[in-house]
Every structure is written in C-alpha cells, then in structure tokens.
C-alpha cells in the first residue's frame, strides 16, 4: 500500500520508515530538500520525495492516502492546500498534536468535497520508530477501515506486551496498537486525554522522589528555632536518610506496582545524569494538558490529580510569582511577618 | 481582677494594655528589663514587672493567673519552670502557638499537681490591642470561667460586627469574641483550623488577583509560535486588560461576596506598594497549616485547597525545584524535548 | 437622571430601587406585568414599566440608558432586539453574568451603530438592595462617565467599609463600590475572577469546618482493625473534641484574621440550621468558576486552589464516581483488595 | 539458606514458595495450622511448619532469619514476642506494612541484644509469586549482605524488564529487584513513598478516562437551560463520543507514554467487567498514602498531586459530605440559592 507523507522530520520520517520496513511504499512532501534526499538514500526505490505539491500529490495511486506530520500550528493552512489538488475518496490524516475541536470543523469542511478526514494522535516519542506508535484515530469507518494495512505497521503490534488476560483469537486492533475512537476528533480527543495522564503520572513520580532527595532534611538539623516564622521538625531522627534516587528508580522497575515505561525513562535519565544537573526545572507544558483540563470542565468532571500537575509546570516557570508576592504581602499586613531571606 | 503575664512582646504587651484599659491589674515577668520599664512608665500603677520568676509568682493573688506569651519552641520549659513554683489551683494560660498536641499532654502532667491548663489561641495579630483579640480557649469548665473577667476585656466585643440575625438577648461569649472550645487543646485546635482556613483563603485571593495581573497577556501577543513546546495562545484578544489591582481590591471592600478583613490589609497593602516591589515572594509558614493538614489526614478529612494553598507555599520558597527538574528530564526522555531558555 | 431597566426580577428591581431612593427616575420592562405593577405601587411616579420593548423604548429620554438584567442565556437575544429600536449615542448595559467574550463580541457588532456597550458585572446577591451592589464596569470612557450618577448609586457608597489607611480627599469611585476596569468586557472580566475567588474562600472555610465537625473522631475508637484496608488512628486522644461549631463561626467574626462577610452569613446560616439539616450537599457551579480556571489556563497561571475548589463542587454532585470505581478496580487487581461496605 | 517465616497467609507463603524454588528451605510459624499442612503437602521436605513459636525458633540456624509477614497492627507484639526468644546475631526482618517510624524505634530496643533488624518494604501484591517481589530493604550493612541469597530469590531478576541503557556488567542488586536503601527504616520509607506514588498515578488514570467516561455529555443535549444554576455547555457538538474506555486502555499497553503495569491491570479489569459494574466506587486508602502527605509536609515538599490523589479516596467514602452541605448553606445565605435536586 502506498502512503503520501507531508512532513518529513522526526516523527513524519520513522511512520515512513516503519511502514516501508513492512513492505509499504511511500511518497514524500517536504520543503526542506536535503531531509527527503536523506531518507531517499536510506530507504531506496520504495520511497520518492518531492519538494512540489502538486508534483507530490501526482504521484500518488488513487485513493489518494495523505498523512500531514507537521507542527499544529501550521497544519491547517497545509490541510486547505492539498485539499485543494485532491479528488473525492482521497483520505487526509492529520496525524500531529491538532486540537479536536478543529478536527470537527475540517470534517465537515471537506466533506462536501468528498474527501475523507482522519485525525491520529501518535504517541511513542523517539522511540516510536523501533518500539512503534500508538494511534489513537478518529473519523469514519469506512477511510479508517482502508487505511488498516499502514495503521498495523505503523504500530507496535501484539508481542510488545504481554496479551491481557481473557484476551484470545486474533488480536484486536486495539491489542496491536491502534483504534478507531469515534468519528472526527475522536482520535486526537483521547489522545489529549492520554497526555493529561502523561502530566499526572510524571508527577506522581517526580513529587515522591522529591520526598526521597529531601530525606535528609533532618541531617543535622539544628532545632531550626531562626525564627517564629518557621515551622520546627519535631522529629529530626526521622529524616537522616541518604537515599540513592537512581537506584530507587531501577529497583522499582522490577515487580513493584508503579513500574512503567515513564521510570523505565526516568531511570535511564537518572543513570546518565543522577543530580539531574543538565535541567534547569522550568517545564514546558504542549497544549493537551491544558485542552484536558478544559474539556474536563466544559463536561463537569473533577480533575483535581491532573490539574495539580499542570499548575505546577506553570509554577515551575515562575508563573506564580506574583500571587506569592502577594501572600508576602498580606502575611505582613496582619501579623507585621517580614519575608525570611533566602538561604 | 489581676493577670500575670510572661513575656512582653509585642502580644503580651497589648493583653496587658487592653485588661489594665478596662480596669483591671497586671504584673510581669520579662527577661528584657527595657519592655518592662517601657511598660510600667506607660501603665502606671495598674501594672508592675520583675525578671525574677519567683518575685513574678509571689506578687500575684491566688489563685494565681498566670498568661504565658512567649514563641512556641521556649512555652514548654517556662511552663514546667513556673509551675514548680505554683499551687493547687492557680492557673497557667499558653496563649501562644503551641500543638494542640503539646496542650493535652501538659494539661495531664499539671492535673495532679491541682494545677488548671488553660490553652487560648489568639488571633488579631498588630491590630489586637484597638481591634481586640479572637479567643478560642481549651480547658476545664471551672478556670475558664474563672478567667471570664480578662477574656472580656481581651476580646473584640459584641460591637465589633453587626449582631447575627437571630442572636438576641445579652450576647454569648461568642458574640464578644471569645469561646470555650472545649478541653484541653481546643483553644489550639479551633486556632490551628483557624489558620489552615487562612491560608486558603489567602491562596484565594492571590490566585485570583495573579489572574488580574497577567489579563494583558494578550496585548503585543504575536502567535507564540516560538517552539513547539509552547502552546499558542487562541483568543489573544480576550486578554487585553490593564487592569489596576489596587483599584479592584478596594471596590471589592464594599460590597461585594468577597469582603473580608483580609482583603482590607490586602487593599491597604497595596495602596502602599501597588506593585508589591518590597516583597520577593518567599512565603513563610509557620505550624498552624501543617498540622491542619496533619489532622486532615488523621482523622479522614479532604482538604484539598487548604493543602493546595499550604503546597504553594512550600513552592514559593523553591522547595518543587527537583521536581521540577525531574519533569524535564523525564520530557527529554520521552519526547527529545529540551527546556526553553528563560525569557 | 433616567434608567431604563429590562428585566424586573430580584436583581434589577433592586436596582431600580436604589436609584429611585437616591432621586432619580426609572421605566422598566418586563414580559410579567404583576411585577410591573407592584413596582410601579411602591415606587409611585418614579417608575414606570410596561410590556411592550418599543413602548419601553420610546419612553427613554436621549441618550437613552437601557441596563438588561435577565439571565445570560436569555441577554443575547434581547440585546440584540433592543439594539433594533436605538439611536447612535444611546447606552446598553448588560448587568447580568454574561461571560466577558461576549462582552467583546457585543461591543464590536453595536459599535458601527453608534450603540455604547457598557458590562457591569455586579455582586452583593440577595443583599444588595440595602447593602449596595458592588459594581465591576467595562466600556468606552465615555459613556462610563457618563452613568456615574446612576452607579454612584447603585452602589454601596464610601461609608460601607472603614476607609483604607493612607486614602484622603473625595473617595474615588473604588472606595464608593464601582470601578471602571477597562474596555468591554473587563467588567465581567473581573467579576468572573471575583466569583473563582469566591468558590476558593467558601471552600477554605468549608474544609476547615469540616475537620473540626469531625474532631470527634476518636471518642470511643475502637482502634480501627477492622481491616487491613484501613489505617488505625495511631492518637485516638487527639480527636475527642465535640466542638460547637456554629458557636465557632460567631467568635471568629469579630477580631479573627478570617472575619468576612461570608463568615458572617455562613454564622447566621449555621445559628438558623446548626446542623445543615436542610441541605443535601450537592453544590451546583455557574459559570464564573469555570471561566476563571479556563482563563487562568490561557495565560498560563497557575490556580490550584481555586481549581481545586471548583473541582470539589463537581464531586460533591457525584462526578467522581466512575474514577472511584476506577481506583477500587485497580486495587482489587494488584492487591486483590474489595471494597468496604458502607459503615 | 535457611529462612523462618512467621505469618503463612499469602504474602508470606509466596514468598517461602519462591525461596524454595530456588533451592533454599523455610520453617514457618503460623497460628492457623491448615495454612501449615497446605504448604508442607506443596513443598515438601523443603519447608516445615509449626503453631509453636518456641518450637519455630529451635528448629532454626543461627545465626537465625526470621522474616515476619503479617498485619501491620499485630506486628509489633509478634517481634517483641520473638525476639525474647532469639540471641545476638540473629535477625528479624519486618517485610509487613508498619510505618518506618515504628522501624528506627525497634532497631534501638533490639540493637542492645545484639539482634539485627532488617525493615523491607515489599511490593507486587496478589502478582509477586510468579513476577518476583520488590523489596526495598532498610538496615545494617552487614545483616542486609547476609540476607543477598534470599533476597536475590524472592526479588524478580533482571530479565524481569529490559536493562537501563548504560547499564552493563554484572546486575546490580536494584537490576535485579531489590535494594538496600539505608539504615533502619529506610526500607519502608521508600516503601510508603513508593505506594504514595501508586495514588497518584492510579488517580491520573482514573480521572482521565472518567474524561473519556463523560466524552457524550453533548450528545442529546438540550440547552441545559434548567436553571441560572447550572452552567450551559457552549459547545455540545464537541462532546459527543461514545468511547470504548476498555479498548482504549488496551490500545495504550502498547508504545503509548503511559503503558505502564498499572495498566495492564487497568486494561484487564475493564476486560473482565466493562462497565465496573462489581464496584461501588468507596475507595479505601492503607496508611502509606497518609504517611506520605505527613513527611512531606515535616520536610517541606510540596506534593498537590500526590495529596489531591488522597484527598479523592477520602472523598469517594463520602467525607467530603459536610464541607459540601455547608458550600451549599453559603450560597443559600447569600444568593438565595436552593440546591437542585439529583437528576
């Protein structure tokens, strides 16, 4: 099966690469030249590239199957550009970090025109290409239906984990990677959820291991008596732990029951760097965390988990700042406290 | 009626000042000869100090009334200190921030001395001398009211808020300002609940005046589209705001759901400093907060803003800086992602 | 001067009130005659109202002053059909709790009319007839300045709060309950985040008297071993307190650093109910907090207490139970632990 | 090597089925004999058992193991029994759930008898048979050396996951599944920190697919204009998915950011009963989750993830009740807003 890739960076790259590893082919759009003369060489006669559209969409067997790997921000110009040199039953795939409420609105801006619309969200990172890509897919049966040759080496497959138990027969899509979530946006609506999760979870571990890099608090602790503005410990002997936090996190991986692929990363990146020395802890935050929370309240339903850990990353970038101030402020309006010097 | 005071601190001093104002006497002890003189030239004869602990003692009627206002981490051994030198049925206040915890268990050890502990937790702050001080006592029935006289004389008064719908008659106790908890600890306890409110409280109206501060995000927004790793703002023209905050505080005052004494310091604080230029915002805690959490915790209890606000605070002073790092590294991991340089 | 009030309901009947008693005049209209004619017997000449938008028009002086005060989702539509019957230079208020989007929105579409928008949004609930409306105002300069008599007022005037330490001279409009906060939509800009402030203070309180509600948890405890799926109270004698909590709310009124008007009317609630027996607990939300945490989410800053507030109104109405359901599915599967019954 | 085990319920006699597997013999203490016959009719001349704990004692070699596996609450009375029994050089190890407080005072009342104690926090639940335990272990350096054999048995191996990148040579014991992580306590420390972790992430989960749970909100809807008191959803059309949530779980196991064992489990349970119909959704918590909260806050780490997660489990048993009835009394007294009755 042949598919049309608009994007070829990183991840827009390894979707070829998986797909032509499995027998696929693949036509390529890119702006920048020497990206599609790299994965040319890399990947022979089973893949062309083009820096022209219409050259691109030419090449293309009918229907037309064109997946738009770009950032958000830019895919909805390249969306009403293709469509416009594309015919009825061609297929477009926005398979970048979209929105879904945009997703709705270019479904039903093409649909007059014939031309199917699937939004994907992917998630695997860099290590989609050898671990494969999660997809999460929205739109309708029938496009999605036809696209399941490409979908199936694009992800990772049964064997990348143990089948669930009571799970037999011919493994679901689901059981192999990837699934049909509802009609449009559906695919990047549960992708969006997915990060949501990704934020509390990360943040689940990164609070505990703080308590653990903080056990030492009472290490020498001398009464903290300093002021009437700090609180005392009142059992020092309770924190005089010296805690190996990478060790911690590659003994968890094994057996205990918040082993995950998150600490699989975590002690990785602890083994390479274990003071964490090479981050400065301001954290960016991508969109589906916030849309998240958004949809969250938009449809009553408490996040309270979820919503922590997107604050703090707005913390974590010194967003607070002002309101702390302002805390400073009120705490000597009332009891004449001065604010404690750093130490 | 006479009250015997150690410590004459800026709290201690203004009991002192509000009892000898409506009548009655006082003596203290204070190792800082000059608050005595201080206090003495300014009181006249209603009231006389010493630095000698058992002078302080033989100089007080019985049964003795002994108010100790001293920082939390010396009450204990000043209480173990003078009741050496007690009888059966004098009385010892801690009037400081003391656990309720602490309260308990010197109420047991005093007992069999016949020796009555009475816990008051008292709010007011700079403005207790005019504004007088919220009590909330713990103890036994008898000593309490023994006391009833000074709390009086402490207390705000019935005239210091408009009367409850409903409430008639002569005012409560309550109503003046002033409540018997409960036994031993209670005082503290209602104190410490009083303080985990406020900080939740105060956290409110930070967060929601942050808001205020940052609604001309918007104005100059020219896409943000600098990285991925930021998420564009969609409507940067609904928040083109400038909007005074010194102003809103005050029109807030009058009014409006959210009037408060809080939001009076907070309108004052910032007609003085409208930009908050005299704080840094690292905020302080000081007990009070923690405990309520504690107990929270204890006993079952949710409290999630009052942690919320507690956590921001412990944030302030960069206390989620390795957590906040480990989120980065954990960002490079998965996602390639590396942290945005500082704007 | 003149007031022109659509919508005779509580909110805009007061507000008629208050400006009729400070002097001025207004006509009203409203689609329910009987409150048009008990206004019009209570008010005498200085009202009239009738049933008819165009009647209601044309009986305006120039330039007219038309505040609509009937609920958001009705605003829009009757805005735009009074819209139809005025003339450049005429003013439309919406009082109502529109969000501020719209605001912008509306401004825009009635500004090539020559139609001043004018947002105010406006709190004091239930109580704003005799206590004053404390008014948030967005709009042209212009046409603010120009209602000044009306909202001077509306609102509660200077004498409502004492004044803030270091403000002299003819109290500014703040200090008499109305601001003037920006261009369209900043009124209920501010409103908005007055309102996320307002769900985080009630529920710092709501937490904190629910711990001390519960203060008696560990009379006659047991000690817990029910199961190993809960956690013994390791001080049963910390929490045998039975605390009067009505009594608690009254002395915190008067000196307490949390004194409010809130605290107020949730003693007068509590001296009415002591128990809440007339209440269910499921607290609705309407508006205001969600568009405070969206638009905090917009600019980036962080709200975990007045989001964790908004979320705990979600719970209370039973949202969480398919994630508590979740959780006690996921415990079952790593710990083969079932759920308790209900005690 | 020689283990004895107090306490043949599952955890204990799955542990003892792992060590002799791997070649080493138990000796058990357990009151229940049936517990006794079934496990020595499993594994034959390899274990014996015994109702007899002077009996348990004689029969082991010094320098004697004795690993005590029950609850939390009997714990200490069983250690105290035993180590009456034993002589220097001797160990006990705590593998149950006590907190790591309770470790550092056992560890000083047993050091001047000259017995070792060796506290290990064991993860892995109704799984840790066949998939290996996790044991994070506090204590002495030497006895924790003398224990690698057993320790190595119990723990589930290196090929248990993927090595770390970087890691080479021999397997470090965290490689392998378990860890010293310190002196006494430590063990559990880690341990608590490990199951505070566990909530968080679970609640991550748990929230985000109550999201997916609630994702056809707009489907049907029809204004929700049945009261000011509720917030109309403004874009219904962007709520209209009927998710397969088990499906969803499934299809995330496999190259997603959050595959992960909770949910393999998560899939799993959602597998056998789709809806959740078997759960009522009261979810218990079971004392490391609190003890977490509780060093976090001694330590001043802020945890708003990991405390929202507790304060959930609190909420879903119905604790938030009274707070919710008071929010309700609040908007009563100043809105004049009744509760709307449950749909």
Chains 1, 2, 3, 4 share one sequence.
Not at 7 to 30: F, K, P, Q, S, W
Not at 265 to 287: E, I, M, W, Y
Request: glycine residues 12%; negative net charge.
């Amino acid at each position: 099966m042949q598919l049309g890739m608009i994007g070829l960076g990183r991840m827009g790259a390894n979707i070829v690469r998986r797909i032509v590893a499995d027998g696929h082919t693949a036509v390529g759009y890119e702006r920048h030249a020497p990206l599609i003369d790299e994965l040319s060489a890399e990947l022979d006669a089973a893949f062309s590239g083009t820096t022209d559209l219409a050259e691109f969409v030419s090449r293309l067997e009918t229907p037309r199957v064109v997946w738009v790997m770009i950032p958000a921000g830019a895919t909805g110009a390249v969306i009403d550009q293709v469509a416009e040199l594309l015919e009825p039953g061609d297929i477009i795939i926005d398979g970048g970090n979209s929105r879904y409420h945009e997703d709705i609105q270019r479904a039903e801006r093409l649909s007059p025109k014939g031309i199917h619309y699937v939004d994907i969200g992917t998630s695997g990172g860099v290590f989609g290409r050898t671990r494969g890509f999660c997809l999460m897919i929205g739109g309708e049966a029938g496009p999605v239906k036809y696209l399941d040759p490409l979908l199936r080496s694009i992800a990772p497959g049964v064997d990348a984990a143990p089948r669930t138990p009571g799970r037999t027969g011919e493994p679901s899509p689901a059981e192999q990677g990837y699934l049909h979530c509802g009609p449009a946006g559906a695919g990047h609506f549960v992708k969006m959820v997915h990060n949501g999760i990704e934020y509390g979870a990360m943040a689940a571990y990164a609070e505990g291991l703080n308590i653990l890099h903080k056990a030492d608090y009472g290490t020498g602790y001398d009464g903290g008596a300093h002021s009437a503005e700090e609180t005392p410990l009142e059992h020092p002997e309770y924190y005089r732990y010296d805690i190996d936090i990478p060790e911690v996190t590659e003994v968890w991986r094994r057996g205990s029951v918040v082993a995950s692929w998150l600490l699989d990363l975590t002690a990785a990146a602890l083994h390479a760097d274990p003071n964490l020395d090479s981050f400065g802890g301001r954290v960016s935050d991508s969109g589906e965390g916030r849309w998240t929370i958004d949809a969250a309240i938009d449809i009553g339903v408490p996040v309270p988990v979820l919503s922590a850990a997107l604050f703090q990353r707005f913390s974590s970038r010194g967003e607070a700042h002002y309101a702390d101030k302002m805390l400073s402020a009120m705490r000597k309006a009332f009891g004449g406290h001065n604010e404690l010097p750093q130490e």
